[in-house]
């Protein structure tokens, strides 16, 4: 392995595991523990490529076992409905509960990250669970994530 210099301050970087790392956005909560990054001795930190950040949510939304509600079916352009994905049936008001899964995701060259997602939900008459359409809900990880990031200071990129 090559050893990877500072960019701030050009001194040697060791691999770091990340403690656990919060952030909530439009009512998707995440929590992710273990995340691998670089830190110097003077205590800069980055993650292990420039891409990794993109990347790793990437991974988070193709993730089966994370994401397990379905997601509304958006309708109307002016006046947006939200219908259940199996009766149609529009649902009405915000979302009243929670979805949170837990699971590991694979990243390259270090061990799995822990995950937990909580997304929210909205029963159907049907008994259907149903979370955000799917764009809010790749929105909503997306920006929960990143604000999960810069908790722990990293700069993008
Ligand atoms: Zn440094
Ligand atoms: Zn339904």
Redesign the pocket.
């Known amino acids: 392995m090559t050893t990877t210099v500072c960019r701030q301050c050009n001194a040697d970087t060791m691999p770091l595991r990340l403690g656990r790392l919060e952030g909530e956005e439009h009512g998707v909560h995440i929590v992710i523990e273990g995340l691998p990054a670089l830190d110097c001795s003077n205590g800069h930190k980055r993650f292990p490529t420039p891409e990794f950040p993109l990347e790793f949510i990437q991974r988070m939304l193709g993730d089966e076992g994370l994401i397990t509600a379905e997601p509304a079916v958006e309708k109307g352009l002016f006046r947006k409905r939200r219908?259940?994905?199996?009766?149609?049936?529009e649902?009405s008001g915000e979302p009243n509960g929670k979805s949170t899964h837990q699971a590991t995701v694979d990243v390259p060259d270090s061990e799995a990250v822990s995950v937990e997602l909580s997304l929210p939900v909205q029963n159907?008459?049907?008994?259907?669970e149903?979370t955000l359409p799917k764009s809010e809900v790749e929105r909503g990880v997306m920006q929960a994530a990143a604000n999960a990031f810069r908790s722990a200071e990293i700069p993008p990129g």
């Open positions: 219908l259940c994905p199996d009766c149609g049936t649902l159907c008459s049907c008994g259907r149903v």
